[in-house]
């Protein structure tokens, strides 16, 4: 399993150096679009892949929900209450103290915690809930139909026409209740893209195990893959936070083929790079960090500070190391200190240690 992990590290470690290069630049054209042409489905994909090598289909979904809710909601509880009380406090210091000013943060705080509870999520943390609710399903429907799996295709049939009717209905539009009301949608939609990239995975996944293809085939795919996704990417408008797909045919190929690729790639010279996995295996600490707590910002602060370069793109080239250095800092401080914050495990024990402590006084 190990050994088949560092592949998977590697590859999540490219998927969220492209988030990361996708939210510094423009999103809808040029690189930035190429990269989210496939950049949150390659994450589903993985997942889909991860389900079918641990083979644990034998649990009690009881057992699988609980696991996820450790793994998934913890961390995504625990960011999001600490990405409040930094926005909170970058507010409450950014202007000067008026009781209408203190009542307006608190609104804001408050607001932030309702997309917090239900599963909205505050800029990229929205994943993480789309990811949770999206396995669940994957393995109700695994357990359920199981002895029915030729009624799997009118389920993805299904998802696949009413994600791409909401997609078309672009939900940003409207306002009051009903736009409340979409926003709850939304929520469930992006899961359900999420679902359909997760069935891709673990079918791709039980695929390749069954012909074990040779590696030079496996390159040729790659490529085939990599150069009809570099054809069709320009030709459509993506942002899965909101459910936005565009072309749904157009969409589904290109998310396909770039996550293919990108995985391929991952797979055949995944173990000759070293640094390339560390980002993978911190991937949630890089993905919910780097937005949600302004280190874009910063790094494009102190570029302009200390290189004041007047091309734009040298300027985001210089960003992006610098951020990742930050990244570096930030992810071997929370190892080494704070993963209580992002390990439920480690912050159960924490808990028991503080508490038998507070007796033993």
């Not at 209450?81 to 203190?102: E, G, H, T, Y």
Request: aromatic share 18%; proline share 2%.
């Amino acid at each position: 399993m190990n050994n088949r992990m560092k592949w998977l590290d590697f590859a999540r470690g490219i998927s969220v150096l492209l988030v990361v290069i996708g939210h510094m630049t423009s999103f809808s054209y040029g690189l930035g679009q190429w990269i989210y042409s496939f950049h949150m489905p390659i994450f589903f994909i993985i997942s889909g892949i991860l389900i079918y090598l641990k083979n644990d289909f034998d649990q009690t979904l009881k057992y699988i929900v609980i696991k996820k809710l450790k793994t998934i909601i913890f961390p995504y509880i625990s960011i999001s209450l600490i990405n409040i009380i930094f926005n909170f406090s970058i507010s409450l210091f950014s202007k000067s103290f008026s009781i209408n000013f203190i009542f307006d943060t608190l609104k804001v705080a408050v607001k932030q915690l309702i997309t917090t509870i239900t599963f909205d999520g505050l800029l990229t943390l929205w994943f993480l809930p789309a990811l949770f609710i999206a396995e669940l399903l994957f393995y109700f429907c695994i357990q359920t139909l199981r002895k029915h799996i030729l009624i799997l295709p009118l389920v993805i049939t299904a998802v696949v026409i009413f994600t791409s009717l909401f997609s078309m209905l672009n939900f940003q539009q409207y306002n009051g209740y009903l736009l409340y009301i979409l926003k709850i949608v939304n929520i469930f939609s992006r899961a359900l893209i999420g679902f359909l990239f997760l069935v891709i995975g673990f079918f791709a996944a039980l695929l390749i195990k069954k012909l074990k293809p040779q590696k030079w085939v496996l390159a040729l795919f790659g490529l085939v893959f990599l150069i009809i996704n570099l054809i069709l990417y320009k030709y459509n408008f993506v942002d899965l936070h909101y459910s936005i797909i565009g072309n749904p045919a157009i969409y589904y190929l290109n998310a396909i083929c770039g996550s293919l690729a990108i995985l391929i790639i991952s797979f055949l010279v995944g173990k000759y790079v070293k640094i390339i996995p560390f980002f993978g295996k911190n991937s949630i600490v890089i993905f919910t960090t780097h937005l949600n707590f302004s280190l874009i910002t910063l790094s494009s602060t102190i570029t302009s500070l200390v290189f004041n370069i007047d091309n734009h793109s040298v300027n985001i080239i210089i960003s992006f190391f610098i951020l990742m250095i930050i990244e570096t800092l930030l992810v071997l401080i929370i190892n080494k200190f704070f993963k209580f914050i992002i390990n439920y495990n480690k912050f159960m024990d924490l808990f028991h240690k503080n508490r038998s402590m507070t007796f033993s006084k």
